[in-house]
């Protein structure tokens, strides 16, 4: 019999919004870029994390949104896995890079540009936020794949691999975003099931 | 000199987005490292990127930026000293 897994929370960022759960927790139309917006839930959740102004805007709202899927956590076990996918991979942030880089008589590459040309950042940023050891794994994928992400998550807990899981879909291109994120474990209400991901996801 | 620090505070918290602090916050004596402002490894690059692209000074070996980067004062001293621009 197949063993059963829970959704015990989701948080979605889109379309100048965020919520946890399905519930609004802000709502920014004002702002003019995603740094402003990200800056505004950052003010909004009363973090203290210096951090966080340093990195790109993908990572920004893969952070915001753990924050918000884990705030009604007391303590995150240090292995819980982390599971995200997108579409565009680092693209918003090469294109940054490529523009220090172009310029052979402006030759300026910025360091704290460079390292978050890869995707897999966000999750290393959730990870020390966390102080989290775990598995991770970070995929391209063209759309939203609730059942690679089901089945990845049941996997890694079928196998003892994680006590919990964090799984979704961090995308960013050109001022257009999409996350969301689900928190994954062996207690809850909500039965995982790709149809159940997907729905959350959609709500 | 006074006039080179300043901009110096300035150009550090834009370059390396610490928002959180004021220019007014950052004493010409405080460790930029350390206890200081807490500046990390991928810092120490992006102001061996600033001494090149601001002030036309190339490090030949990053690890000077050790001793370069102590402080404001010793920062403004060495750019005062051998910038090109």
Redesign the interface.
């Known amino acids: 019999m197949e063993q059963q897994y829970y959704i015990t929370s989701f948080c979605s960022i889109k379309n100048n919004k965020i919520s946890k759960n399905g519930e609004l927790l802000y709502s920014d139309d004002n702002s003019d870029s995603i740094k402003d917006f990200a800056?505004g839930i950052y003010k909004f959740l009363e973090l203290k994390y210096?951090k966080f102004?340093?990195m790109d805007e993908l990572c920004k709202l893969s952070f915001l949104a753990s924050e918000v899927l884990l705030s009604d956590q007391l303590e995150v076990s240090e292995d819980t896995a982390l599971v995200l996918a997108n579409r565009a991979s680092s693209l918003d942030t090469d294109r940054k890079h490529q523009d220090t880089i172009k310029d052979r008589e402006n030759y300026?590459?910025?360091?704290?540009v460079f390292?978050y040309t890869l995707p897999n950042i966000m999750m290393g940023e959730i990870s020390i936020r966390h102080q989290l050891k775990s598995e991770n794994a970070f995929f391209v994928k063209k759309a939203f794949d609730a059942k690679f992400l089901t089945t990845y998550s049941r996997v890694l807990l079928d196998t003892n691999k994680a006590s919990n899981v964090i799984c979704g879909w961090v995308d960013l291109d050109n001022d257009k975003y999409d996350v969301f994120l689900a928190f994954i474990s062996r207690n809850g209400e909500k039965l995982l099931s790709k149809e159940q991901l997907n729905n959350f996801y959609k709500s | 000199m006074a006039e080179l620090q300043e901009e110096l505070k300035e150009k550090i918290i834009e370059?390396?987005?610490?928002?959180?602090v004021e220019v007014s916050e950052i004493g010409n004596d405080d460790p930029l490292f350390g206890d200081g402002l807490?500046l990390d490894s991928?810092?120490a690059?992006?102001l061996i990127?600033l001494l090149?692209?601001d002030y036309g000074i190339k490090l030949k070996d990053p690890k000077e930026g050790k001793a370069i980067f102590e402080s404001i004062n010793v920062m403004a001293d060495y750019i005062s000293k051998n910038r090109t621009k």
């Open positions: 800056k210096p102004h340093k300026f590459p910025s360091p704290a390292v | 370059q390396l987005s610490l928002e959180d807490g991928i810092d690059l992006e990127v090149e692209k």
